[in-house]
């Protein structure tokens, strides 16, 4: 008797050291560390290197793991005149998903995957969506920084100015709220390419296409347009009650394994707090409050709670991105733990090949197309 799980929900398929999630009592930890005191304590390049090499780097580990990172930010010019063949209109994630296929084809690395494709794949996720939304907006695209951490370069190359340590801290601390989440959608399709033996770079082309849905990345913009469609507080009751009414589902809202809040949510909303306009934060946090008493009133039995997705939008918003950036600034976040994942799966790896239920017709009688 096979038994099936739509949805693949609770089916366990690999071991994993990286990241645990217990959605039970909101809790998140990277290879150990709670995810509130990376957020607070480390950056962005410290996590990277916990989840590739299993350890924090020490002060002089840190610099030389940097100066790795920032050697990798130059991409080739094939890869540049890929993004300027492309139409100024493109969605920025078809954008990068092509950019890294493209930079995968021209710095094609022989040898099993390492953490040197890792890192090659991380720093070159800024360059590629910088160059493009440079590019479509008649601007020159502009020479990586090597002097700069790996959240303010990504500002810098998207500007041409460095940015305050603010927004730069800001952007960090997103950044590795966001590296790394079990085996979400994304990261599965990356461990199932891995698992076929294929190349790094297919792996995280893959992922970037799945990341792209809006049941799963690509909800950050569309949480930004709710909120400006709904404009102010007091229009937030008959707004929620109308999209639940008509049964649409709350951008940010509900996650397949936190039953509890998302402990990222509340590192995120303190961020928002900061980083974004005093009545878009207020707006926020009145939805937020709207949305979460509805959906228990109408759904008491689920347990639903913003998700990280909610207030990285204001962050994002608040850091200065362009909406349609906050996705692709989400993969070049989670590359990291993509390729973490990849590394893992090679390690002990057994070709993914799950089964499905044939409920089709049998027994049908073949007829030649010329008499059909
Ligand atoms: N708004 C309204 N109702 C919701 C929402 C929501 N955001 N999320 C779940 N529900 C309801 C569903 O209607 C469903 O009720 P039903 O069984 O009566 O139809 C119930 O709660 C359970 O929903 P499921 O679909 O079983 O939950 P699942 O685990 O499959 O989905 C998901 C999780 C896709 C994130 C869902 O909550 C959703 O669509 N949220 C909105 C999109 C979003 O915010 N995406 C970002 C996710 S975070 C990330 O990937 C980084």
Redesign the pocket.
């Known amino acids: 008797m096979v038994q099936l799980a739509k949805?693949l929900e609770g089916v366990v398929v690999a071991d994993t050291a990286l990241s645990h999630i217990d959605g039970e009592n909101g809790r998140l930890i990277y290879c150990g560390y709670e995810i509130a005191d990376l957020a607070h304590g480390a950056s962005f390049e410290e996590v990277a290197h916990l989840l590739w090499l299993g350890h924090l780097p020490n002060r002089a580990d840190l610099a030389e793991f940097r100066s790795r990172l920032a050697g990798h930010r130059p991409v080739p010019g094939a890869v540049i005149d890929t993004l300027r063949a492309l139409p100024t209109t493109a969605e920025p994630m078809d954008v990068l998903r092509t950019g890294v296929s493209a930079l995968a084809a021209s710095r094609h690395a022989p040898g099993p995957a390492s953490v040197e494709h890792a890192l090659s794949l991380t720093a070159t996720m800024p360059t590629i969506v910088a160059a493009f939304d440079r590019l479509r907006r008649g601007l020159k695209p502009i020479e990586p920084r090597a002097d700069l951490s790996h959240a303010a370069n990504y500002l810098y190359l998207l500007s041409g100015e460095a940015p305050s340590d603010q927004r730069t801290r800001a952007l960090d601390t997103y950044l590795i709220l966001t590296a790394d989440h079990g085996l979400?959608a994304s990261t599965f399709t990356a461990r199932v390419i891995a698992s076929t033996l294929s190349d790094m770079g297919s792996s995280i082309v893959g992922a970037i296409g799945a990341l792209k849905g809006?049941?799963?990345?690509g909800?950050p913009a569309l949480v930004l347009d709710m909120l400006r469609s709904i404009g102010k507080p007091e229009n937030a009751e008959a707004w929620l009650t109308a999209a639940?009414d008509r049964g649409d589902?709350?951008?940010?809202?509900?996650?397949?394994v936190y039953k509890a809040e998302d402990p990222r949510s509340k590192v995120l909303r303190a961020l928002a707090e900061r980083t974004s306009e005093i009545d878009f934060f207020r707006l926020a946090v009145r939805v937020e409050d709207l949305a979460l008493q509805m959906?228990h009133e109408r759904?008491p039995d689920?347990r639903?709670y913003t998700?990280?997705?909610f207030y990285s939008a204001a962050v994002m918003h608040g850091v200065g991105l362009p909406d349609d950036l906050f996705t692709p600034t989400f993969a070049a976040s989670r590359v990291v733990g993509w390729t973490a994942h990849v590394l893992e799966q090679l390690k002990d790896n057994r070709l993914i090949r799950p089964a499905a239920e044939y409920v089709g017709p049998t027994g049908l009688t073949f007829i030649p197309v010329d008499r059909r």
């Open positions: 949805g979400n809006p049941l799963h990345g909800a639940l589902r709350l951008m940010g809202f509900g996650h397949r959906l759904k689920r639903l998700n990280v997705e």
